[in-house]
């Protein structure tokens, strides 16, 4: 049985609903949801299940987990996107320099990074983490700098590939500086992959930081985020799974969005994953 | 280093132990079986084994096993007799004259004498050792042998409290000399157990030792697995894989007690939580800035929110049935209102005061509390934020470094109260990070020391607590709960718990067929 | 065995369907042919034109692509009686595939596993359909590597993929095909990959195959010239149907369609341009009568254009922990020529030898090692990036071999075809637009075509596009590195013709880099053969191709392959010496290049000792 | 055979960097050594004393000296707050997580791979669909996520497997499987959803290609096809990615570890970290790096057992 074209390529619009449902969320939620009503708390409904009044259930300190999970996505996609932003800022010149000038200027910074990338991302993290201090701005940071090495990688390997196309060549001849070359024909060539890149890495970014907030590391209580909300349920798991489960969905689901966008993207825009016909 | 309840060497306490569980009850009355390995799920992870260096609850209630002390103290915290027959103190105070229980054996083979005692006390003093209470020794002049079961410590000065503090394993633990170098990996003492071996972080082993002098212990093996998780505990527990566990999830607690197939020891106090200003942070050099912080915190709340209940409110950190303890004293309701006009009565309007609550994660319910009481800092008008430290960091940021605006700490319930009011708040005070310097405070606590009278050095101390609370130099929450959980099979835990409430004595625990 | 009147394929009415997303497209509709016992059936076709669709359909793999057999019947006179090859179950196909009839490829490259040995994939057909012991099995396909005339069999047996040169692997893929004694063998552009002398090998060892078996033959190609060699019968087909059917003879002497004609007529032929005096247009069926092109030949012009001395290039092949230079590619080794005013000097040469670095180090798109390139007089190597760019490259153009890669994929034509005039600040504010609109048409495109993105266009409209970027600086000389080889022959014709318009109305120069004989034959005033980076030949169109005297020319000429079945130069036992390696160890200085006039203008490469 | 002589000398030249990057990151970490050491009794003369004796006031280069010299003489001092000696400690957690990090591989490996060739032979059919969006939801979900819900379900609900610990195979080989397969499976799931993803790519790559064909055009079963000759293929570049995600997993231990009580390099560098027992960080991020480098080392190495083009390069 051959899946339909429609229903593959809804793939790429499934992910795009959830993707930006969420980042409605992050958006409106501090618009329409007061903020205190994220840590309002309720001595007398803790850890209570889902009912009428908390329609998610409450937590440990009866705080009502709907109004955390909705306003802790602004925390989580806030630190991802910077951090994911940070590290093109970061990466791209970088990756760029080194894939177009190539030489000695690449093998020191592919060396560099090479290196960089025998720690661990989290390790990484979780050490910059420590080395700076707990707080939004430096798990953004954190987050941004463990990530920047594979951003890095992937655009030198796009921006070499790509300065060895003939237009490049073409453009040289064309009588353009290698600034121009670079903005105007190299730069719009890896776009693509830097796109595809951001997602998956925005994926990875949201999985960080809850990772890190889990470890007591990313943001700081009783601010809402996912990876803090997960990292205060396990003393609950048995008795109030839902305290897990409400944030973790809300990740899980986060992150499927940005890797079915991320995937249909990919598939859209390399023509060498285009076919299976 | 030194986690969580550090300070506990300092400490002797006692509290009723309580026994739940009907099974328990019974079977405690049949006899002792000697045989089998106790697992005890451990709540935390020990960590330097040499019993002068490590500072940590978690070690030394591992160790209690191990090592036995010169002397010792009963349940009503008095100091009795141990590794020393009998202790004599001259009439001056200066001299005391231990003459040791013959016949001891050290898990190495060797028999104790003066000498080992010697060498241990020796080796506690010497700056080198880096051991925790070396300061236990300060006013030693000497210590002399004058034979192999008489031991002769002279002081410069006289210092009240130190027969007390060698009750402790902590300054008073004999360990055979030469044994220096092992400790720290593998320690060798006189207790009821050997020390087999210790997977970091993972499980520590201990072995009866046939030839303890107080009679060999009913269990062959103690095995204390290291599960810093709770909930983990508590399944262990469930599940059979644990015997025992201590520090039983304080929510989950009432469930444990009502389930039929399992035991709960609870006692009370573990000990004390305070909240602290740093009297140095400029809003809180206004008496009326603090005192408006204590009306913000409803007490009974926040042991309800933070530690479900298992606790007691109080406003004295004194040993509750200690003499000095002031019952007079009542902590200050909630009053929002109140707070708030004091707060402008100091110059602070709504959103004018920005502070920072300093938490530290070693204590997850500091969290829960700092969390609860940031809500009410914010109905009073007061733009609050937490920071959670590791142990580490708040050790270094706010114990040494004194940098911080609010934080949350608890003591073990210090039952000698110089130890408590002197160094915690004196300006001069070992542990006065607060840079708290209060003139009626200081003249109290000297005057103390030199006050004879128990009656009357009481009294001087519930001064102390009276100026502390009125003052509001810190916010004193609760006493809090201990517990263990238990298999029915575990029998003899009534006598589990040390009179300092932390340690725990498996000599006479033992396991029903 | 049946007689030669029972065709030993036929295929009646077959159409292949393809599912897409877009619907069904339709592979191949309506077409029939047969195929007689040891005859040479020849389906030749542009790309798209349902050729490959026809043969893989045979061999029931075109499913495997995701294409259905809709209609018809593929009748096969098969050992087990006639089977109808559409209708037959997998397992039956298995043992038709690689037993009965075999099948090579076009890239030899990538026709072997990479992983496993040669015995390994020589021996598993064996194995599966003859039920060979693995003794049994090694012993046949050594018989059969000496069949296809590999040197040291042995060894090769133990040899991986990689470790044998192209025209080695398409030989044994033949020898895998041969394995089983098929009766049909059907070869699926098996040369197109091939460098000219292997191609030739390999039509000859095909052709000897065929006779010593007594096997049929369904080669499928593009190339006219290979038909004209190979084929006893021919079918043409365009768009997916088949167009016309015949004797190669008639289908080249007197083709019945007007597809068939016009694909003739866009062939060039080697041989054809014997006697004439310069480059000539294409006789393309449809378009105006051309005009013989007056190239302007200045002979002996004093002054040339471009002069090259003692070029030399070597690329460094780096290695170990800093990177270092561990050895040097000598692509270009002390070449010398130079190219008047007007004219075109073609490189002509195999895969490897130096004729695109040669081009590429003219204008510095490859740094060059020594050697003097002087454009008027400027030597181009002396020059810094700024001037190279403001003297260089305002004279010299290139067009690049992939019309799909030579423009930049995210920026409209017309920008692309700006870059140039501004930079060069040869136009400036609106006079821009007017001037490309000017170079759209000048090289016959619409105008419409400036607001697009190339992928909106044909591999021909995108190298017209290129040759328009090209001719914005007006430039003195383009260097057109393999400029026509991708696209499809009616298509090269015409971009081949419009080269050669513009060079007799604006008196460009071209240096023409190509691997074609009978295009460059086509297009050039004056020929220079490359070997192994260096120039072992140089002269007159017709002192190369009428007079060659360097015996690389020689063996280069020969095995060309010519559009006409009545010149067939396909022989057996053909062997031609493998190049070797250009790979030298840092600090290698060959030789000089030393040569000898034969005649005047006509240079010869004295031979070395070695 | 200098293909192995350089990897080594850029194994040696990564190293170096590995350690140069951790002894200048960790020497950044706030609150230094001695006050560790000190810690409650921390006064400002004692402190600069211990520092004078530590050696913490000689220039950066010269601690680095010291400590990559004690390093590379197997003297990796003590810790800190633990007081044990580095090395065994560190020897004694990393059995624990190689023990997970391989069991999760080879779990992930054992179901990706065919997985992933099944999903590329019906590529875009619903097998495919199936896998692939099989494998998406696994990549999607944390793995802390993943022990929560394993923890939830087979300890606490199911109770068939023990949530917590970690037991030497060398004393129980059944208990430390019981005692790892949880673990093992919060980390191996993800990364068996992803290696899933890369199975299929590379095999939907491999599957398109000439010699598949050839394959087919022998008449040979698709069986061997797909088995033989595409999976022999694909072996090479998924064992990279598995290499690659060697690194990931010593990542998500940290976590895991943690929630586990499962007590390994993760947990031992994490309770480094909280207590800033700088030379037991300094050793076990070292080490962590290191192991993930020479694991990429060891996959090079087998690739090139793998694949005969790269031998003579």
């Given at each position: 049985m051959r899946i339909p074209a429609a229903f593959r390529r809804s793939k790429g619009l499934i992910g795009a609903i959830l993707v930006l449902s969420v980042f409605l969320v992050a958006l409106l939620a501090p618009v329409f949801i007061p903020e205190d009503w994220a840590t309002q708390m309720d001595m007398r409904a803790r850890l209570s299940p889902p009912t009428w009044a908390h329609p998610l259930g409450t937590d440990q300190l009866g705080r009502d987990l709907m109004y955390r999970v909705l306003l802790g996505a602004q925390t989580s996609i806030y630190i991802a996107s910077a951090a994911v932003l940070m590290s093109i800022v970061i990466g791209l010149p970088l990756g760029l320099i080194s894939g177009y000038v190539g030489r000695t200027t690449d093998n020191v910074l592919m060396r560099l990074v090479d290196t960089l990338l025998s720690f661990p991302a989290l390790l990484l993290a979780l050490t910059i983490s420590a080395v700076l201090g707990p707080n939004l701005q430096n798990t953004i940071i954190a987050i941004g700098i463990a990530f920047t090495p594979f951003l890095a990688r992937i655009i030198r390997g796009e921006a070499l590939r790509v300065a060895q196309m003939p237009y490049v060549e073409g453009a040289r001849t064309a009588g353009n500086s290698d600034f121009r070359i670079i903005v105007h024909h190299i730069l719009p060539n890896i776009m693509p992959a830097v796109i595809v890149q951001s997602t998956i890495s925005l994926a990875f970014a949201i999985l960080a930081e809850a990772g890190l907030s889990f470890l007591g590391l990313g943001t700081q209580p009783p601010d809402a985020s996912w990876g803090l909300m997960i990292q205060a349920s396990r003393d609950y798991l048995d008795r109030a799974p839902w305290t897990a489960l409400v944030p973790g969905v809300a990740v899980a689901v986060t992150v499927l969005g940005l890797n079915m966008f991320g995937d249909a993207l990919r598939d859209a825009l390399d023509p060498r994953a285009k076919g299976g016909s | 280093m030194k986690r969580r309840d550090f300070l506990k060497t300092t400490t002797a306490l006692m509290g009723g132990t309580i026994l739940y569980g009907a099974p328990a009850m019974a079977a405690s009355h049949s006899a002792p079986v000697t045989g089998g390995t106790l697992i005890w799920g451990h709540s935390e992870t020990t960590q330097n084994l040499d019993m002068h260096q490590t500072g940590t609850a978690s070690t030394g209630r591992v160790l209690q096993n191990v090592h036995d002390s010169i002397v010792t103290v009963d349940k009503d915290l008095k100091v009795i007799p141990n590794l020393a027959e009998s202790f004599e103190q001259s009439e001056d105070g200066l001299v005391y004259t231990f003459k040791l229980r013959p016949g001891v054996m050290f898990h190495n083979g060797k028999t104790m004498t003066s000498a080992d005692v010697k060498f241990s006390f020796d080796r506690c003093r010497n700056p080198d050792t880096g051991a925790v209470n070396f300061e236990v020794f300060n006013n030693v002049a000497s210590i002399e042998t004058p034979d192999d079961l008489t031991v002769i410590i002279t002081l410069g000065q006289v210092n009240a409290p130190f027969l007390s503090r060698l009750?402790?394993?902590?300054?008073?633990v004999i360990m055979p000399e030469g044994s220096g170098e092992v400790q720290g990996t593998t320690p060798i003492g006189c207790g009821p157990f050997k020390f087999v071996r210790r997977e970091f972080g993972n499980e520590v082993e201990l072995e009866r030792f046939d030839d303890y002098w107080g009679g060999p212990a009913y269990l062959d093996k103690v095995i204390a697995r290291e599960i810093t998780e709770p909930t983990v505990r508590l399944t262990g527990l469930r599940t059979g894989e644990l015997h025992m566990i201590n520090d039983i999830p304080a929510d989950r607690i009432a469930e444990i007690e009502a389930d039929p197939n399992l035991q709960v020891v609870a006692w009370f106090p573990l000990n004390w939580d305070f909240v602290n200003f740093n009297h140095d942070y400029e809003p809180f050099k206004n008496p009326k800035v603090r005192e408006a912080f204590d009306y913000m915190i409803d007490k009974e709340v926040l042991l309800e929110g933070a530690l479900w209940g298992q606790g007691k409110t109080t406003a004295s950190p004194s040993y509750p049935t200690s003499a000095s303890y002031n019952a007079a004293l009542t902590q200050r309701p909630q009053d929002i209102e109140k707070a708030k006009a004091l707060l402008s009565e100091a110059g602070y309007g709504p959103g004018d005061l920005k502070v920072v609550f300093k938490a530290t994660t070693n204590y997850p319910y500091h969290i829960e509390a700092a969390q609860i009481m940031l809500e009410w800092f914010r109905m009073a008008g007061v733009d609050a934020s937490i920071e959670q430290l590791t142990w580490a960091d708040w050790l270094s940021q706010c114990w040494v470094d004194k940098d911080f605006q609010i934080t949350m700490m608890n003591f073990f319930t210090l039952w000698e109260p110089d130890f408590l009011y002197y160094s915690l708040w004196n300006t001069e005070g070992a542990f006065n990070y607060r840079k708290i310097s209060n003139p009626m405070v200081d003249e109290l606590t000297a005057k103390a020391r030199v006050t004879v009278d128990p009656a009357e050095r009481a009294e001087v101390y519930k001064q102390v607590q009276q100026v502390v609370h009125d003052e509001t130099l810190d916010v004193v929450l609760w006493f809090r709960n201990g517990t263990i959980g238990a298999q029915p099979t575990v029998m003899g835990l009534d006598t589990i718990v040390h009179p300092n409430g932390s340690n725990l004595r498996f000599h006479k625990v033992w396991l029903a067929a | 065995m049946p007689d030669g009147n029972t065709p030993l394929v036929s295929v009646e009415g077959l159409r292949v369907e393809f599912a897409s997303d877009g619907g069904t497209i339709v592979g191949v509709e309506n077409v029939s042919f047969s195929v007689a016992p040891g005859e040479t059936v020849c389906i030749v076709g542009e790309s798209g034109s349902g050729k490959s669709v026809t043969s893989l359909s045979l061999m029931r793999l075109v499913e495997f692509g995701g294409g259905t057999i809709a209609e018809g019947r593929l009748r096969f006179a098969g050992q087990g009686g006639e089977i109808d090859l559409a209708q037959a179950d997998p397992e039956t196909m298995r043992g038709i595939r690689g037993n009965e009839i075999g099948m090579i490829f076009q890239e030899p490259m990538t026709?072997?596993?990479?992983?496993?040995t040669i015995e390994r994939q020589m021996t598993d057909g064996l194995r599966a359909h003859r039920g060979l012991s693995g003794a049994q099995a090694r012993q046949r396909a050594l018989e059969l590597l000496q069949e296809v005339r590999i040197p040291e069999p042995e060894r090769r047996l133990k040899q991986y993929p990689h470790e044998l040169s192209g025209g080695m692997r398409q030989r044994v893929v033949i020898a895998m095909a041969m394995a089983c004694r098929p009766r049909l063998l059907i070869a699926d552009e098996p040369t197109t990959a091939l460098d000219v002398t292997i191609q030739a090998e390999i039509l000859a060892l095909i052709d000897r195959l065929k006779r010593e078996n007594g096997m049929a033959v369904l080669f499928i190609t593009h190339d006219m010239a290979v038909v004209a060699q190979m084929a006893d019968r021919v079918v043409v087909m365009y768009r997916g149907n088949l167009v016309e059917e015949g004797p190669v003879g008639r289908i080249f002497a007197a083709p019945q369609e007007e597809y068939t004609r016009a694909l003739l007529a866009a062939v060039p032929r080697l041989g054809d341009m014997r006697g004439k005096p310069g480059p000539e247009p294409l006789r393309l069926v449809g378009a105006d009568a051309p005009d013989s092109v007056q190239a302007a030949v200045p002979p002996g012009d004093p002054e040339p254009l471009l002069q090259v001395l003692h070029l030399t290039t070597r690329y460094p092949v780096k290695g170990g922990l800093f990177r270092r230079t561990v050895a040097n590619v000598h692509a270009v080794e002390d070449v010398s020529f130079d190219i008047a005013k007007g004219e075109t000097l073609a490189l002509v040469g195999e895969s490897g030898c130096g004729k695109s670095s040669c081009g590429r180090s003219i204008l510095r798109l490859a740094e060059p090692t020594s050697g003097q390139v002087l454009l008027d007089r400027t030597d181009v190597l002396a020059l810094n990036e700024r001037d190279l760019r403001r003297k260089v490259w305002r004279d010299i153009q290139m067009v690049f071999q992939d019309p799909f890669a030579s423009l930049n994929p995210y920026m409209r034509l017309a920008a692309q075809v700006a870059e140039p005039l501004s930079n060069f600040g040869i136009a400036k504010g609106s006079e821009i637009e007017d001037r490309i609109a000017a170079l759209f048409d000048r090289v016959e495109l619409p105008r419409s075509f400036m607001r697009r993105f190339p992928h909106e266009l044909s591999g021909g409209q995108r190298q017209r596009v290129a040759i328009a970027r090209a001719l914005a600086v007006s430039p003195k000389l383009i260097v057109a590195d393999e400029a026509v080889s991708a696209l499809d022959v009616s298509v090269q014709a015409q971009v081949l013709n419009l080269m050669m318009e513009l060079q007799s109305t604006l008196g460009i120069s071209y240096l023409f880099i190509s691997h074609d004989m009978a295009v460059v034959e086509r297009v050039s005033h004056r020929v220079g053969v490359m070997y192994l980076g260096r120039l072992v030949e140089i002269g007159s169109r017709a002192q190369i191709f009428e007079n060659p005297r360097h015996p690389y020319t020689h063996s280069l000429l020969s095995a060309v392959p010519i559009a006409?079945?009545?010149?067939?130069?396909?022989?057996?036992?053909?062997k031609f010496r493998p190049i070797p390696s250009p790979v030298f160890p840092v600090g290698h200085e060959p030789a000089p290049s030393v040569y000898d006039e034969v005649e005047p203008g006509h240079l010869v490469l004295r031979q070395q000792a070695s | 055979m200098s293909y192995l002589v350089n990897r080594l000398l850029s194994m040696m030249l990564t190293l170096f960097l590995i350690s140069v990057i951790t002894f200048t990151v960790t020497n950044i970490l706030p609150g230094d050594v001695a006050m560790m050491i000190m810690g409650t009794q921390s006064n400002p003369e004692a402190l600069a004393g211990l520092r004078q004796s530590l050696g913490l006031n000689d220039p950066l280069i010269v601690q680095y000296g010291r400590w990559i010299g004690g390093m590379l003489t197997g003297d990796w001092g003590n810790s800190l707050v633990f007081k044990e000696p580095i090395a065994p400690l560190l020897l004694q957690k990393m059995k624990a997580s190689a023990l997970i990090v391989l069991f999760s591989m080879s779990i992930a490996l054992v179901c990706a791979v065919p997985l992933g060739v099944w999903a590329a032979v019906h590529a875009n059919r619903w097998q495919d669909t199936a896998a692939s969006s099989a494998s998406l939801v696994g990549v999607s979900l944390p793995d802390f996520f993943w022990g929560i819900m394993l923890i939830l379900l087979f300890a606490r609900g199911l109770g068939w497997l023990p949530s917590s610990g970690f037991i030497d195979p060398a004393d129980d080989i059944w208990g430390a499987m019981r005692h790892a397969l949880l673990p093992s499976l919060a980390l191996g799931l993800g990364l068996m959803a992803h290696l899933t993803r890369m199975t299929r790519a590379t095999m939907t790559g491999i599957l398109n290609q000439e010699f598949i064909r050839v394959a087919r055009a022998k008449g040979l079963d698709e069986g061997t096809v797909v088995w033989r000759y595409g999976l022999a293929n694909a072996v090479g570049p998924v064992m990279t990615v598995a290499g690659l995600q060697v690194g990931y997993l010593f990542g998500s231990i940290i976590v895991i570890e943690s929630l586990f009580n499962f007590t390994g390099m993760g947990w031992l560098t994490y309770q480094a970290l909280l207590n800033r027992d700088i030379p037991l960080i300094q050793a076990s991020v070292f080490v962590i790096a290191a192991v993930v480098m020479l694991a990429n080392l060891i996959v090079d190495l087998l690739y090139v057992a793998v694949d005969p083009r790269i031998r003579l390069s």
């Open positions: - | 009750a402790e394993n902590g300054a008073g | 026709s072997l596993n990479p992983v496993f006409d079945p009545a010149r067939r130069t396909v022989r057996d036992d053909l | -």
